[in-house]
């Protein structure tokens, strides 16, 4: 009963090939977020869709980016890997943006992302 | 500018002893108060929130934490640690705009161990 499911686990890349990562969420929520979390390190939000409304922290570099073609899936595509890429990348979904719903976020397990 | 400060970035007890881990906040508005865990590649899972209702707030899994405003604290606790509570623990705020929210900023996490 995941809802949350991100595919794959874990991911090798090579320096500068493109990559891309895929959630996906069974709890038909408005909201997905994508974080990015290096070792020993807090969670760090990229971007996030509200719908089809797509929000970029404004230090979330040129190099990732993020589709959404429906509710339920939502990518996120690193254009160059570099070696500072390496990561666990996690996707997230809310009910809301507003309320304190907004901030009840269900996460997936994560794709550990490595670059050789 | 809104910020968390987890003290302590590993904490180990034993197996029956007291868990306390802690968190300092940091906002110029009223905060909602979060704290997750992550398991090991696991992605992160709320275990408790804070939104202004009652100061003690009480989560899954026996977890409970206060909110102190004088301190900016909101300090997590559990009588008697588990085996199974050996995770990493986050803290994360986000500020009450008046109805609508900031996006969750986390600390830098918290590693607990619990000796048998």
């Known amino acids: 009963d995941a809802m949350v499911i991100q595919n794959p686990r874990y991911q090798v890349t090579q320096f500068g090939k493109p990559v891309t990562l895929s959630c996906s969420q069974t709890?038909?929520?408005?909201?997905m977020y994508w974080y990015q979390q290096k070792s020993s390190q807090a969670p760090k939000l990229l971007f996030h869709?509200?719908?089809?409304?797509?929000?970029n922290e404004a230090d979330t570099p040129d190099n990732f980016q993020s589709r959404r073609p429906n509710t339920s899936f939502c990518f996120l595509d690193i254009r160059s890997p570099g070696l500072g890429d390496a990561a666990m990348y996690l996707c997230?979904?809310?009910?809301?943006?507003?309320?304190?719903?907004?901030?009840?976020?269900?996460f997936g397990a994560g794709t550990r992302l490595s670059v050789l | 500018a809104q910020s968390v400060t987890q003290l302590g970035s590993h904490v180990s007890v034993s197996e029956g002893a007291l868990v306390l881990l802690r968190c300092n906040y940091s906002?110029?508005?009223?905060?909602?108060l979060f704290w997750y865990v992550q398991y090991p590649n696991q992605g992160l899972q709320l275990l408790l929130k804070?939104?202004?209702?009652?100061?003690l707030v009480k989560g899954i899994n026996g977890f409970e934490a206060e909110f102190k405003k004088s301190e900016t604290s909101f300090h997590l606790t559990k009588p008697s640690a588990h085996m199974s509570d050996a995770a990493e623990y986050f803290c994360?705020?986000?500020?009450?705009?008046?109805?609508?929210?900031?996006?969750?900023?986390f600390g830098k996490g918290t590693k607990l161990s619990v000796k048998p």
């Open positions: 804070y939104t202004s209702a009652a100061t």
């Open positions: 994360a705020v986000s500020e009450d705009y008046g109805g609508s929210q900031g996006n969750l900023i």
């Open positions: 906002s110029s508005v009223p905060p909602y």
């Open positions: 997230a979904t809310s009910r809301e943006t507003s309320g304190i719903a907004k901030n009840i976020q269900y």
């Open positions: 709890l038909n929520h408005n909201v």
């Open positions: 869709y509200y719908d089809k409304d797509f929000n």
